[in-house]
């Protein structure tokens, strides 16, 4: 890698130092940036859409508002989980492409809030042709573990986004 290279690959990893929410889905760390975090709910019960992917697992009402609820597990093709004590739904602000939506993440356990350095970061792996890791913001490496940084924005496609959009309505 040239020096130029080098440099602006740097210039990328600070941009996304900064304050993490770590989570536990499979036995695997991710991290959310905290600022795309509202808060951290239990378990509520949430009613499900007829004829929606697999991963969706329906709406919520959060003190009056109706916010779409996707499984992260089953949106990352893991195995389905019962839910647990330790299961939470994170509700995050996403940038639809129209605007900010709220949405909520099942994820197993949340985790810490973990402030990561520039120095702690890689970039996301380059795996090859036809497998998209756009939704990786980076790889954190920290008290002798990995965490997989996501950016929640491109989890869900602009599609996909829009229709939970519509969910939420």
Request: negative net charge.
């Amino acid at each position: 890698m040239g020096e130029a290279a080098r440099s602006l690959e740097q210039t990328g990893l600070r941009a996304r130092e900064g304050k993490y929410l770590t989570f536990v889905l499979a036995q695997e760390e991710f991290g959310l940036e905290i600022l795309k975090v509202r808060e951290i709910i239990g378990m509520l019960e949430i009613t499900a859409i007829p004829q929606t992917p697999e991963y969706v697992k329906g709406v919520i009402n959060l003190r009056g508002r109706v916010i779409p609820v996707i499984d992260l597990r089953l949106k990352f093709g893991l195995p389905p989980l019962e839910y647990g004590e330790r299961t939470c739904i994170i509700v995050v602000d996403v940038n639809s492409g129209q605007g900010l939506m709220q949405m909520g993440v099942v994820v197993d356990a949340v985790s810490e809030v973990l402030n990561v350095g520039a120095e702690d970061l890689e970039p996301p792996p380059n795996f090859g042709r036809g497998l998209n890791n756009s939704y990786i913001l980076g790889i954190a490496k920290t008290k002798g573990s990995i965490k997989i940084l996501l950016d929640i924005d491109r989890v869900l496609s602009a599609a996909e986004l829009l229709g939970l959009e519509a969910l939420g309505s």
